[in-house]
T-cell receptor, first 114, second 115 residues
């Protein structure tokens, strides 16, 4: 079945450092790809998404590009802030394949220190 | 901004008891979902619901689980006879439609602890 593998955490960075969280996927169809973020004590919030190859999703300084050739959707941010401390989840859904469900990676906890 | 709400935020129950987890989806959304996350593990899909019917369910969603939309606003997940392994964070989500521009919006979760 479809699956998502993302970089094991936790990740600890200093403010203004560059962030990369790796995510690769396995899917039989042509999925849409997502990054969700969970701040402490809150639910999952959509951070960005991409629905086709070479699409770049971006939001709040975060970016990820849908790479079909490497089946990847790595999350990047050029300069992290303390407020970015959260757990980040990579996910896919294969609506074209007939399924609405989101398939999640395990999550990567990011801590940004001042 | 409209949001998905869930109650209670934390539920403690004894093994074998029935629990009902409640969710109020965003008001104009038509598609509803439950997921769970056992501590330290992945967020896992349980069930999707549309037009008062289950449209998809996972292997986890066995006969002990049921979902219902009893009125125009609530969406509930019932576990008939809880087991220790049902302890998890349960997330409700809703979605307006199935277009690429529509996405699933999640609630804050209910932490279920089975003793």
């Amino acid at each position: 079945g479809d699956s998502v593998t993302q970089m094991e955490g936790p990740v600890t960075l200093s403010e203004e450092a560059f962030l990369t969280i790796n995510c690769t996927y396995t899917a039989t169809g042509y999925p849409s790809l997502f990054w969700y973020v969970q701040y402490p004590g809150e639910g999952l919030q959509l951070l960005l998404k991409a629905t086709k190859a070479d699409d770049k999703g971006s939001n709040k300084g975060f970016e990820a590009t849908y790479r079909k050739e490497t089946t990847s959707f790595h999350l990047e941010k050029g300069s992290v802030q303390v407020s970015d401390s959260a757990v980040y989840f990579c996910a896919l859904s294969d609506l074209q394949g007939g399924s609405e469900k989101l398939v999640f990676g395990k999550g990567t906890k990011l801590t940004v220190n001042p | 901004e409209p949001e998905v709400t869930q109650t209670p935020s934390h539920q403690v129950t004894q093994m074998g008891q029935e629990v009902i987890l409640r969710c109020v989806p965003i008001s104009n959304h038509l598609y509803f979902y439950w997921y769970r996350q056992i501590l330290g593990q992945k967020v896992e899909f349980l069930v999707s619901f549309y037009n008062n019917e289950i449209s998809e369910k996972s292997e986890i969603f066995d006969d002990q689980f049921s979902v219902e939309r009893p009125d125009g606003s609530n969406f509930t997940l019932k576990i008939r006879s809880t087991k220790l392994e049902d302890s998890a964070m349960y997330f409700c989500a809703s979605r307006k439609g199935l277009a690429d521009t529509d996405t699933q919006y999640f609630g804050p979760g209910t932490r279920l602890t089975v003793l």
